[in-house]
């Protein structure tokens, strides 16, 4: 349990949401280079700071392969 609030903490603070140009949530879009978006050279990508930080903290191996069950559609 520690792990998953540490996990989302480094996601509060580095929100994908908020910093990546084109707002992907699920992770990066695969066109950046050298860590910076593609959209903005100066900019780093979000996706490849939140991969940074969860590497040194050890728990990027259980975040990637954590499942989250899809939320149930209402038809």
């Known amino acids: 349990m520690k792990e998953k609030e540490h996990n989302k903490e480094i996601l509060q603070k580095e929100c994908p949401k908020m910093d ?3 707002g992907f949530v699920n992770g990066p879009c695969g066109s950046f280079v050298d860590g910076k978006c593609e959209t903005d050279c100066t900019k780093d ?3 490849v700071l939140v ?4 590497k040194e903290s050890d728990t990027l191996e259980k975040f990637v392969n ?3 069950a899809p939320k149930k559609q209402f038809v």
Request: aromatic letters at 24%.
């Open 20 to 22: 990546c140009a084109k």
């Open 45 to 47: 990508c979000v996706w």
């Open 51 to 54: 991969y940074k930080k969860l």
């Open 66 to 68: 954590q499942y989250i």
